[in-house]
Each structure stands twice: as structure tokens, then as C-alpha cells.
């Protein structure tokens, strides 16, 4: 058995897109028993918005960013007994369970540069500039080349600038190849992508390429292996050996210090066979060990990494 760090989850989106179900127990793949089963020590939330969809409901993407950022709070104070705020790496205790902040896509300030400010004062702890679309901020990842190779906006360049000046973790996952380029040619700090997986092994723009997963390393990030099918192989369905390829590759791409898991349960669909939901992550963890992985490597995997660029960014 080993704890662990999960450094990206949509459990927030499906409470808000619900409204009935809560953290402490849910038909999703995320809530605080399957948490306790699994024997996490800290799970990443992701406050996401599909802003393409908010927009066209005539939503304003501020107030609704607010609301979600509130379901976190709310549901934080609500089983406080069992899943605390993680505010203090050196005070945390061993047998606690605990929750950090993070923002998928920065667009909902939509060319409002203040709007940040209420990004660093809520206790937001990593941030993406963009999701699936093109916003104020930069280019999403795509298959289209043009459209990958564009990097960031000015606003995006200054979003960059004032995110590292507040400690606040800049995530590529879902950003395009040039924009990813400009991160790592302007951020003063370590950058992560989330919960991306390696181009190498699947195909993907989703994916990462060698450059890049080299590049995270060489800035002292990690990378969060995605557990999500559709970036883990081309088959119909995925399997704990899929998972494992990724690991295995992105460790001897980048060095075991880069490789972190970032599941992406409650943002995906489907899953792999064996890791159903968050409960199961022990089963990685049996698979890494049958497979001849050691203790060491898997405990980088699994929480040290993690632990790692949190400190770095002053958790």
C-alpha cells in the first residue's frame, strides 16, 4: 500500500453539474471513501468550465466560475472531518486526507487581467491558460498543425508573469505546442502539465512529445499520467498495461523525477480495466511492483514528485 497524490480530477464539474450528490459519497469516481480506500494523501480539484457551452447558454463565465469555486469551499467545510484544505505541506499530518485548488483554463477572465487577483486570493495552487478552445489567453492543443504551433497571447504571456509571482503552478496540459514553448522559454518556475500522457506511445495531440516531457523534467515539473483511454492507447479499451507504458516510457524519456499521476477521474468518461475509480489506486500500485518497478521509483510516481514541485512553489 502506498498514499498518494493526484494532480488533476473534475469531481467539482459533475457536483456542479448535478446538484444533488456530494463529496463525501457520489455515484462518481471521486469522493472522500473512495478516496480513503484508495489511501490518498492529497487529490487535486479542478474548477472547469466548458467555456464554448457556458457562453452559448448566455451564462457569464465569472459568475459561474465563482459558483464552482463556492461548491469547493462549501463541500471542504462540510467534511472538514475528513478532507482538509492542503495549506502547509510541513504540517501535514500523515493520516489526513487533504484537498488542493486548481483552475482548468484561464478564460473566464475574458481579457480582464484583474480578474487574476481573485485567482491567487482564493488558494488556487496550479493553473492552465487554456482547455479545449482558443481563448484570451493562447491556443489549445489540436490536430490541426497551424493551430498547434501558435503560442501565447500577450495576455497569456502577462497571465505567465503574474501566475509565477504568486506561486501558482502553470499547467500545459491542455495548452498547444507553441504556447507550451513559450512557457518554458519565459516561467522562473517548474511547469506541469496535469494529466497528459506521452505522444511516443499514443498518438495524440493531447500527448506530450519527447521535447516536451524533457523540457518539464529540465524545469523540475512533473508530468501526471492520464488515465483516460482514448490517451492511452488506440485500442477500444485500456488496460493497467497501458498505463503502465506511459509511466515506463515518460520515466526513461524524462527521468523518474518527472512522472506523477494526474488521473483525470470524473473528466473522462471511461477507464482503464483495474482502476474503475479513485478507490482502486492500489492496483497500480500491486501492477508497478509485479512489473519489477521498485519501491523508490514508484514512491516518485505516486506522491514524492508531487511533493516535491508543491514545496518548490512554496506549499
Given amino acids: 500500500m502506498m498514499r498518494f497524490i493526484d494532480l488533476h480530477c473534475d469531481t467539482l464539474s459533475k457536483l456542479y453539474a448535478d446538484g444533488t450528490q456530494h463529496l463525501n459519497t457520489n455515484t462518481y469516481h471521486v469522493d472522500i471513501q473512495k478516496l480513503r480506500n484508495g489511501e490518498c494523501f492529497a487529490a487535486t480539484f479542478a474548477v472547469f468550465l466548458d467555456e464554448k457551452n457556458v457562453c452559448e447558454q448566455g451564462l457569464d463565465l465569472f459568475d459561474e466560475w465563482n459558483k464552482m469555486l463556492k461548491i469547493y469551499k462549501d463541500e471542504l467545510a462540510l467534511w472538514q472531518d475528513h478532507l482538509l484544505p492542503l495549506k502547509n505541506i510541513a504540517a ?9 485548488l486548481s483552475l482548468e483554463s484561464c478564460g473566464f477572465v475574458q481579457g480582464k487581467m484583474e480578474r487574476l487577483e481573485d485567482v491567487a486570493k482564493c488558494g488556487c495552487k496550479m493553473a492552465s491558460l487554456t482547455w479545449n478552445y482558443e481563448n484570451c ?54 511547469v506541469v502539465a496535469s494529466h497528459s500522457n506521452a505522444r511516443a506511445v499514443c498518438k495524440h495531440p493531447r500527448n506530450l512529445s519527447d521535447s516536451h516531457i524533457r523540457k518539464i523534467a529540465q524545469s523540475g515539473g512533473v508530468i501526471g499520467i492520464n488515465f483516460f483511454p482514448e490517451f492511452l492507447t488506440t485500442q477500444e479499451m485500456a488496460s493497467m498495461e497501458h498505463v503502465i507504458a506511459h ?30 475509480d479513485v478507490s482502486k489506486m492500489q492496483n497500480l ?8 518497478f521498485t519501491e523508490k521509483s514508484i514512491e516518485k510516481l505516486f506522491y514524492q514528485n508531487a511533493l516535491r514541485v508543491l514545496k518548490e512553489y512554496g506549499l
Avoid: W
Fill in 92 to 100: 501535514a499530518e500523515a493520516d489526513k486526507m487533504y484537498g488542493l
Fill in 137 to 190: 489567453m493562447g491556443y489549445a492543443n489540436s490536430s490541426n498543425s497551424t493551430q498547434m504551433a501558435k503560442g501565447l497571447k500577450a495576455l497569456g504571456l502577462d497571465a505567465l508573469a503574474f501566475l509565477n509571482e504568486k506561486n501558482i503552478i502553470i499547467d500545459i496540459s491542455h495548452l498547444s505546442d507553441g504556447g507550451a514553448e513559450d512557457v518554458f522559454e519565459n516561467s522562473k518556475m517548474p
Fill in 247 to 276: 509511466i515506463d516510457y515518460i520515466m526513461r524519456c524524462g527521468g523518474q523525477e518527472v512522472v506523477a499521476l494526474g488521473s483525470d477521474y470524473d473528466g473522462i468518461g471511461s477507464t482503464p480495466v483495474g482502476l474503475e
Fill in 285 to 292: 500500485y500491486g501492477a508497478l511492483k509485479d512489473k519489477g
